[in-house]
C-alpha cells in the first residue's frame, strides 16, 4: 500500500517561512518513478497546482501565484519530496497535499497517488 505522508504545516506569520515535506512508503514504491507535485486547497475553494518537479529534479513547474516564493526539491534516496515557502502571505492559507504522477506536466490534471495533506496557517 503506497503511502504519502505530508508534514511541516503550522502558523506561521506574514513574511514567514516554512518547509514541508512529504515521506513516500510502500513496499515496492520509489519516488525516484514518478514525478511528484504540490497542491493546495484553500477554504472554500477548489484544489490548485502549486508546483512539480521531475524524476531527476531536472525540470520544475510553478503556478504562477507562488513564483519566486516557493521551491520544490526531492530526495530520492530518502523517498521525500520538499517544499520551501518563503515570503508566505495569507492568502497562501490552505491545506498542502503532495502527489504523485506521471510527469510534470500531466500531474497538474493527473495523480497516481495523494497525501492526506498538512494545514498551513499565514497570519497578517
Known amino acids: 500500500q503506497v503511502q504519502l505522508v505530508e508534514s511541516g504545516g503550522g502558523l506561521v506569520q506574514a513574511g514567514g517561512s516554512l518547509k514541508l515535506s512529504c515521506a513516500a512508503s510502500g513496499r515496492t514504491f520509489s519516488i525516484s518513478n514518478y514525478a511528484m507535485g504540490w497542491f493546495r486547497q484553500a477554504p472554500g475553494k477548489e484544489r490548485e497546482f502549486v508546483a512539480s518537479i521531475s524524476r531527476s529534479s531536472v525540470n520544475r513547474n510553478y503556478a504562477g501565484a507562488v513564483t519566486g516564493r516557493i521551491t520544490i526539491s526531492r530526495d530520492n534516496a530518502k523517498n521525500t519530496v520538499y517544499l520551501q515557502m518563503n515570503s508566505l502571505k495569507p492568502e497562501d492559507t490552505a491545506v498542502y497535499y503532495c502527489?504523485?504522477?506521471?510527469?510534470?506536466?500531466?500531474?497538474?490534471?493527473?495523480?497516481?497517488?495523494w497525501g492526506q495533506g498538512t494545514q498551513v496557517t499565514v497570519s497578517s
Open positions: 502527489a504523485a504522477g506521471a510527469d510534470t506536466v500531466r500531474i497538474v490534471t493527473t495523480q497516481d497517488y
